[in-house]
């Protein structure tokens, strides 16, 4: 039987996506570089070429995940003015990225907790703050919101959304929205002056 070809037109984004749907049906566990060769429909050693090992994959995901909800999250400040309105849309964006992705986003906390994690995934989550925290700034400059330090404030609402998220895990889509909206309600009105 003939070795399978080494060359494939974009193999590193097929293993990455090959890569993220394997975590959710099976868990990291379970991933496998030659599986997902096999897959690929390539050697088993041509995703050596884009990943020395299964944790250098496990980490490109965890960038991808961050890249890919940061992006979001940017999306999502730039569509409004409003200060609530931008933690709300801001708090849709980061509940559904979670339902839809909820493998990923554990991997993803588990690479950014690590204490080997590479420079290239702290400047994404440095970049994720920065966008979460600039409207609890501008919101806090423009006296809508209470003082503090930003980051703190950022956590404590990342915090509530994380835990939204477990506590809504088999809830209907519309009773997440309207969960959601008052969740957000009553961090707004805890996070405004006094």
């Excluded at 299964?54 to 995901?61: E, G």
């Excluded at 965890?62 to 400040?77: C, I, M, P, Q």
């Excluded at 964006?93 to 995934?121: C, I, N, W």
């Excluded at 423009?142 to 915090?159: F, I, Q």
């Amino acid at each position: 039987m003939p070795d399978r070809p080494y060359h494939h037109g974009d193999l590193r984004s097929v293993l990455l996506a090959n890569a993220e749907r394997a975590l959710a049906e099976r868990g990291p566990a379970s991933l496998s570089l030659r599986e997902l060769a096999r897959e690929a429909g390539v050697s088993h050693a041509a995703p050596s070429r884009h990943f020395k090992d299964k944790q250098a994959l496990l980490d490109a995901l965890a960038f991808s995940g961050f890249e890919r909800l940061t992006e979001r999250l940017e999306r999502a400040v730039e569509a409004e003015d409003d200060v609530r309105a931008c933690l709300l849309g801001l708090a849709r964006t980061y509940v559904g990225f979670a339902v839809e992705h909820a493998a990923l986003l554990d991997l993803m906390y588990t690479r950014k907790h690590d204490p080997d994690v590479s420079e290239q995934l702290l400047a994404e989550i440095t970049r994720m703050l920065d966008t979460v925290t600039r409207p609890i700034r501008e919101g806090q400059a423009a006296g809508e919101l209470g003082g503090g330090d930003p980051y703190t404030v950022a956590m404590t609402v990342a915090a509530t959304l994380h835990g939204f998220v477990s506590f809504s895990a088999n809830a209907a889509p519309a009773d997440i929205e309207a969960r959601l909206a008052d969740v957000v309600g009553v961090l707004y009105e805890g996070l405004a002056p006094r």
